[in-house]
């Protein structure tokens, strides 16, 4: 296919609210050594995204200004060092940014094959979330079967990739959602347990879940004032697994009890790694994950498609805070739900 000089892509000059993300034209960027060119049919939408447009999340050094870090589409061209036989493959790829665009570099390492089982659409939700709920849970974490967890917005992408995976691998899951609709479309989808956190105290009734010996893991993305009440729900040796800080980056811990207790506190941020850290993940996932994906036991929980050109109501749905799982822009004339 002939490639195009420039393109259409959401790339705003300034922060601000939903309204800046207007489309705009942009060159074509072009692959260099171990990356591949992807004709993007479809990119995830993420709370990071939200974050950047507000001006509080800049992409690193050397990133492009265009946001979204997951793609699905073709691949149209190659860099150096990348196979031939990758052109036209159809591929999923986790991105440190350029995803709201027409076409998208992406490091070939960090792509992986889409199969017949999903769309590209439902591809395109894939990466992000799952990258990260694998690396934190079972990576930092050490989440494995028969594990009891608990994860704080269960009906987030976040929330609903961790109960698909947790599914998948004999773990308990206990989630936290803000109203009775999503404790019960996190039952749905596969929760152990959901707590209506408006509601009821999540610590509470953690240690009635456990019968007082608390959970494994935490995976939890609010921060702030959470922090404390989640140690109190860890069970000894349990470990606790940072992402996001939506709550406050800041908070007071009882250092003696985590020493008496033996608990770990952790964390990590995903869009900064390396392209060989981020390359030994997808391995990883195209080992113990992607056989699940391919088999069709693993699809990602789709909320609402908008059209790239309509991206500011992608952000709004996004923080109005009502969707149950991913939210995806389409390009290339792909459609899904809606």
Not at 95 to 124: F, I, K, N, R, S
Not at 219 to 237: H, I, S, T
């Amino acid at each position: 296919m002939t490639i195009p000089a420039t393109m259409t892509a959401i790339d705003p000059d300034t922060p601000g609210g939903p309204e800046v993300l207007v489309p705009v034209e942009r060159p074509v960027p072009q692959p260099g050594p171990g990356e591949v060119l992807v004709r993007v049919a479809a990119a995830g939408v993420n709370r990071p995204d939200v974050l950047q447009r507000k001006g509080g999340y800049a992409p690193p050094p050397g990133t492009t200004s265009i946001p979204g870090l997951e793609i699905a589409g073709e691949v149209v061209a190659i860099g150096e060092d990348v196979p031939p036989e990758m052109i036209g493959q159809p591929v999923c790829a986790l991105v440190a940014g350029g995803g709201y665009a027409e076409y998208c570099v992406a490091p070939a390492g960090q792509c992986l094959p889409v199969p017949e089982a999903v769309t590209m659409v439902e591809a395109a939700a894939l990466p992000e979330t799952l990258f990260t709920v694998w690396t934190n849970l079972f990576e930092r974490g050490f989440a494995s079967d028969g594990d009891t967890v608990l994860v704080h917005g269960g009906t987030s992408g976040i929330g609903t990739m961790a109960i698909a995976l947790c599914g998948l691998f004999g773990i308990d899951i206990i989630v936290t959602a803000g109203s009775p609709q999503k404790v019960a479309a996190a039952k749905a989808l596969g929760a152990t347990h959901a707590i209506d956190y408006q509601a009821e105290d999540f610590v509470a009734r953690v240690k009635d879940i456990t019968g007082g010996k608390g959970v494994q893991v935490v995976l939890d993305m609010v921060g702030g004032d959470y922090v404390p009440r989640n140690l109190q729900c860890l069970a000894e040796d349990g470990r606790h697994v940072s992402i996001a800080v939506q709550g406050g980056p800041t908070a007071t811990i009882p250092i003696f009890d985590i020493m008496r207790r033996r608990l770990t506190l952790t964390g990590s941020t995903l869009r900064n790694r390396d392209v060989a850290f981020k390359s030994l993940v997808a391995d990883e996932l195209s080992r113990t994950v992607w056989p699940h994906v391919e088999a069709g036991r693993l699809k990602p929980v789709m909320d609402k498609s908008f059209p790239l050109v309509a991206a500011a109501d992608s952000h709004r749905r996004m923080e109005a805070g009502d969707h149950v799982g991913k939210i995806v822009l389409t390009v290339a004339g792909e459609s899904g739900q809606s």
